[in-house]
């Protein structure tokens, strides 16, 4: 049983396009996470969800948004896809807020925008 | 602000020898401090987190990490490398809640084991 799943696993699409990644956690946690990875393996959170709540939100492109249909899942939605939007995208999820909560990695969405 | 510097890029070792992967953070009060571990084409899976109890961590696969306040460091060792351990390797600071509460990850440490 996979603890945090996403899909899809790869996504290669056009530039100005409109894509969705998907993200469930079956392990009952309250709070979920988005990151982002860039080609030189930095790390960057992008959002944290706590009950359907949204409890921070970086200093990202409103072309993203995520959303939350309960708190199994958090979805992320890109509009208008860009070239520098390329990287691989973890969806995260932790009993508790931070600070000292442990994360639960999914395996990653690898996005390739031509 | 928090941050976190991780000293080497890549590092390479032989099976069977010490494992020594830096990192030294900044933070303005007491921190929570992480590393993770990311095997090729996965996701990042804990190893170890110092939460202000002991100043030495144990975690899993055989590391451990020592907290320094006075060195402001959190360097993972592991006594003698396997094959398994390559991988790449993220230390993660975090000092607060809510909107400061959220990991701050070190731009990863590389690691090869060579037979």
């Known amino acids: 049983d996979t603890a945090v799943s996403q899909t899809p696993k790869y996504l290669v699409t056009q530039m100005g396009n409109d894509k969705s990644i998907k993200c469930e956690q079956n392990?009952?946690?309250?709070?979920m996470y988005w990151y982002k990875q860039d080609s030189k393996k930095f790390l960057k959170i992008m959002f944290s969800y706590n009950n359907k709540e949204l409890i921070i939100n970086e200093t990202v492109p409103n072309r993203f948004s995520p959303k939350s249909p309960d708190k199994a899942h958090l979805n992320l939605h890109i509009n208008s896809l860009e070239l520098g939007d390329s990287a691989v995208y973890f969806c995260a999820s932790s009993q508790d807020p931070p600070p000292e909560s442990t994360q639960y990695f999914g395996p990653g969405t690898r996005l390739t925008v031509l | 602000a928090q941050s976190v510097t991780q000293l080497g890029s890549h590092v390479s070792v032989s099976e069977g020898a010490l494992v020594l992967l830096r990192c030294n953070y900044s933070?303005?009060?007491?921190?929570?401090l992480f590393w993770y571990v990311q095997y090729p084409n996965q996701g990042l899976q804990l190893l170890l987190k110092y939460t202000s109890a002991a100043t030495l961590v144990k975690g899993i696969n055989g590391f451990e990490a020592e907290f320094k306040k006075s060195e402001t460091s959190f360097h993972l060792t592991k006594p003698s490398a396997h094959m398994s351990d390559a991988a790449e390797y993220f230390c993660a600071v975090s000092d607060g809640g809510g909107s400061q509460g959220n990991l701050i990850f070190g731009k990863g440490t590389k690691l090869s084991v060579k037979p």
């Open positions: 392990l009952g946690h309250d709070t």
């Open positions: 933070s303005s009060v007491p921190p929570y």
